[in-house]
């Protein structure tokens, strides 16, 4: 194997790699809507009445994974459905998977693969939860939840009552949810799944809210409505799960659960879960690494913002964003409310660094739904992208802020502090609209990360990176043997020859409802070669890989064998 | 920055804008020469402000049985002004009852169940006296207050606008409409009639720190500064220095990363009213981001003896408690905040 790598790497050195003027710490991110191009012309429909009926504004969800293993991102997005009813009674309502074909065009394949979903759709969570190879998904609603199984040829089959997955509370019925997550809490190889329930609703008890007057009935707080427990399902590794809400600890915690993150944020090497609620205090549910979580928001500092108040609570994600080695959590909320950034400390807790970051100031006026960090400009720190969007569709009539938001992307200055550079991305990002759901990845392969936004009732946006000056990238591609086959929850270390190193965790759980490519994505700046990665598996193991060249797609397989300290095996999977 | 509007109003303490309304007189002075001698010294009293032995002049009048039903009211109004809400209350019911024609009996009475947080009775005392005076501007303000007391910010709305149109000179309509307006996040209109208060009267501190932090929720950064610096400054010169204005600098000053700045502000606010809970907690907060962590507890533990049920305040120093390393106290107030959140 060693014999093997060392071809390998020769093969790498010699290989002619693409790169682009080298100009670091540039501010000129820039995207493209190519939608109409790539021939995705899907409008997510969420049957928008006069009733205002409080499942309409909260889809909807997309997803970026490559179901047919071709190494080109796929996209499904959910949808909505007939209210009240809550049935798919027209194609409209369809949840869609698109093939992407290659130079970014797409292919409606949502009838061949059987993925049109059922019910009011809310989310989406991809990953392989059973170790074949091929990535699966689970879709969230207000009354179906589907897990989908890939069989690997281009179908899919629902497996959601074999699996036990169908999110049915003992005391509620049918949990309506918004969010789910895959991740192996228990690192024994197989993903469990964490389902993020919103609240209790029914459309024959949805209040009256706002002004009555024609136009004026608006879509009500959620104090209207009671808390719901999330739901953490135990992967049996044969096909089926386990409700462990309840001996977890997860399912003892009542919240209005909306964006779902995973980190380890204590460095125990166990995955710990964030979970942002809408009007209600967030949750972190600290691995106890016997089976229990325990919440722990509050001693960390996470629960509420330094106000020592709630935020509506959207889309959240748990990177590092300070390269000091500690994931921190970055969170959307409403015109108003500021989006929230925790800076972990390191210590078990965390900061709130809004205003510090200059994110507090920044981010007033917005309402955002989901989100990512990402480096969208290759410079090795995390940006910040936001799908914007308010809530109400007529808030102009109550409020100075507008329902209809463009997106807004802040840019890591890489000195603790961010910086609003939405306007300057170009004229299509300045779209407005009802935006909800964005997945992040890369579709085009050419190193520069894309996003993939809904909004509703308006044709999404495929916002293509075309930023010209970025910097060199790396992505990852891992495929764990004795962890989860997706390797989520692997934490790599990437030091450049500079000696400065970036940390990132693998994971699709990103943003708003949403799942992101699980690939690992660095940006390097001028760096056209890496010293040193590192590779921390679940449970433990870890490989090391020496001078590693960029500006490619490298697939690295976890060795079981050399588990510590060893190299692994490794391929350029996509050299540029 | 509406904290302090939101905690004035949704508590409906008796503020220092209660009085700020009141000093426009609501008194129809009576003459000191038509009354009997205990009356006429308590009606001078009264006049000097000297409100607490005026009302126990006016007590000893209504004891002695000589007084008219006129005592009453001056009895309640000396009560109101000098802090006594349930002594103003019986006296003031009975002159209405008495003199139920009374405008102004109304009003006070108004005012009274204002301050006592009996809210649906104060909206039917200011509706009695504006049937009986509908021209009163003074009425329709306070009405205003107890709609936005009690969330009801339509009705609110068209109590101020009535108001300011009885009465176009006076500064005080288009600030109520103003601080109502950035209370529900219309900030276009917040701005522009705390703007027409501040033409009205540029020596309005409340006008110019309010518009300061409409101009900061707006985005309009530099406009934001100088207003908040221009009410900072106002207040230097004024002989009864407002706690206000260095409450909304410190906290502007907070937000964009002048922690040092924003301590001196917030220094100011505390120590001009120090029984303020909110320029404690914003002074806690800038010294808690500057790491100060003693000095940040110092000051949460002084805003928790004004207000012990404050949830936010048990948040804050639980978390500078946990920084501090002392997990106890950091559990403690964890609990008390979720405690009081219920």
Redesign the interface.
């Known amino acids: 194997m060693r014999c093997r790598l060392l071809i390998t790497l020769a093969l790498l050195l010699v290989l002619p790699i693409a790169t682009r003027p080298l100009r670091a710490r540039q501010n000129g991110i820039r995207f493209r809507d190519v939608a109409a191009r790539a021939s995705i012309g899907f409008t997510v429909d969420n049957n928008e009445t006069p009733h205002k009926y409080q499942i309409e504004p909260m889809i909807a969800g997309v997803a970026l994974f490559d179901y047919n293993n071709d190494g080109l991102l796929d996209i499904y997005f959910c949808n909505g459905a007939q209210i009240p009813q809550l049935e798919k009674t027209e194609e409209k309502y369809f949840n869609r998977l698109y093939r992407n074909q290659g130079g970014l065009r797409f292919e409606d394949v949502t009838d061949k693969a059987g993925v049109a979903g059922a019910g009011y759709s809310m989310g989406v969570a991809a990953a392989d939860y059973n170790n074949d190879g091929w990535v699966d998904l689970y879709v969230t609603g207000v009354n179906r939840n589907v897990l989908y199984r890939n069989r690997g040829d281009g179908t899919f089959e629902d497996v959601t009552e074999k699996a036990g997955v169908t999110a049915e509370l003992k005391d509620y019925g049918k949990a309506w949810s918004v969010g789910a997550g895959w991740f192996d809490y228990d690192n024994d190889g197989d993903l469990d799944l964490l389902v993020v329930n919103y609240c209790v609703w029914s459309s024959e008890k949805d209040p009256y809210c706002g002004?009555r007057k024609p136009g004026y009935r608006t879509y009500c707080h959620p104090k209207h409505y009671g808390p719901l427990p999330n739901i953490l399902y135990r992967n049996e590794g044969d096909g089926r799960f386990t409700d462990v809400s309840a001996e977890s600890g997860i399912g003892e915690h009542l919240g209005k659960g909306m964006g779902v993150a995973f980190a380890d944020f204590d460095g125990d090497g166990l995955l710990d879960a964030f979970i942002c609620n809408d009007a209600h205090r967030n949750f972190l549910f600290r691995n106890d690494g016997d089976g229990r979580f325990e919440e722990v928001g509050?001693?960390a500092?996470v629960?509420?913002i330094?106000?020592?108040?709630v935020v509506s609570g959207m889309g959240a994600d748990f990177q590092d964003y300070d390269g000091d080695g500690r994931p921190d959590i970055f969170m959307t909320a409403l015109?108003?409310e500021t989006f929230p950034l925790f800076r972990n400390l390191g210590n078990g807790?965390f900061r709130d660094e809004r205003?510090?970051s200059?994110l507090?100031?920044q981010s007033?006026?917005w309402s955002g739904w989901s989100t990512g960090m990402v480096d969208f400009d290759n410079d090795g720190w995390l940006d910040l992208f936001v799908a914007g969007g308010h809530v109400q569709t007529n808030e102009e009539l109550?409020?100075?802020?507008d329902s209809r938001q463009p997106n807004r992307l802040f840019r890591n200055r890489g000195d603790g502090s961010f910086e609003d550079i939405s306007e300057q991305c170009g004229a299509d990002f300045q779209q407005t609209g009802l935006h909800r759901g964005a997945a992040f990845g890369d579709l085009d392969n050419d190193g520069r990360v894309d996003a993939v936004v809904t909004r509703l009732n308006e044709k999404v946006e495929i916002l293509h990176n075309v930023t010209a000056s970025s910097g060199h990238w790396l992505i990852l591609d891992l495929e764990g043997v004795g962890a989860n086959r997706d390797g989520l929850g692997a934490v790599v270390k990437l030091t450049l020859e500079s000696g400065q190193s970036l940390f990132r965790q693998a994971t699709t759980t990103v943003g708003y409802a949403s799942s992101s490519d699980k690939r690992i994505h660095f940006g390097v700046g001028k760096e056209s070669k890496v010293r040193s990665l590192e590779i921390t598996w679940p449970g433990g193991s870890s490989q090391i890989m020496n001078q590693v060249p960029t500006d490619r797609v490298l697939h690295i397989k976890q060795d079981a064998v050399h588990s510590h300290g060893g190299t692994g095996e490794w391929a350029d999977f996509f050299s540029n | 920055m509406q904290l302090v509007w939101s905690c004035m109003l949704s508590r409906g303490k008796v503020s220092v804008l209660l009085f700020f309304l009141l000093s426009n007189a609501l008194v129809r002075a009576g003459s000191p020469q038509s009354a009997g001698k205990e009356k006429r010294r308590a009606l001078r009293l009264f006049q000097k402000g000297d409100y607490g032995k005026a009302a126990h002049g006016f007590q000893n009048e209504i004891e002695k049985g000589t007084s008219d039903t006129e005592s009453y009211y001056y009895l309640g109004v000396s009560r109101l002004r000098s802090g006594d809400f349930q002594g103003a209350l019986e006296a003031l019911e009975r002159f209405v009852k008495e003199v139920p024609e009374s405008s102004e009996g109304w009003l006070n009475l108004g005012v009274v169940y204002f301050a006592l947080q009996r809210f649906d009775n104060a909206i039917r005392a200011f509706h009695s006296s504006l049937q009986l005076d509908a021209e009163q501007p003074l009425a329709n303000k306070m009405l205003g207050r107890v709609y936005v007391a009690t969330e009801k910010h339509a009705l609110a709305e068209r109590a101020f606008v009535r108001a300011m149109e009885l009465d176009r000179q006076d500064f005080q309509s288009p600030y109520l409409l103003g601080r109502l307006y950035q209370t529900v996040d219309r900030l276009v209109e917040a701005a522009r009639y705390l703007e027409e208060s501040a033409r009205l009267n540029p020596n309005s501190v409340r006008a110019f720190s309010f518009l300061g932090a409409v101009y900061y929720a707006l985005g309009r950064d530099s406009e934001a500064a100088q207003t908040l610096r221009k009410a900072v400054e106002l207040n230097a010169s004024s002989p009864s220095p407002d706690f206000v204005p260095h409450l909304e600098y410190g906290i502007y000053l907070q937000r964009t990363g002048h922690l040092k700045e924003s301590v001196q502000q917030l220094r100011k606010a505390v120590a001009l009213n120090p029984r303020t809970v909110e320029a404690y907690f914003e002074l806690a907060k800038t010294l808690y981001r500057l790491e100060q962590l003693a000095e940040a507890r110092k000051f949460l533990e002084e805003a928790i003896s004004i207000d012990a049920a404050d949830p936010r305040l048990h948040y804050l120093l639980g978390r500078v408690c946990y920084e501090q390393g002392d997990v106890q106290c950091g559990h403690r107030h964890m609990v008390l905040s979720e405690s009081h959140r219920k």
Do not use: H
């Open positions: 002004a509050l001693q500092g629960a509420y330094d106000e020592g108040t015109s108003n807790m205003y510090p200059g507090g100031t007033l006026a109550y409020s100075s802020r």
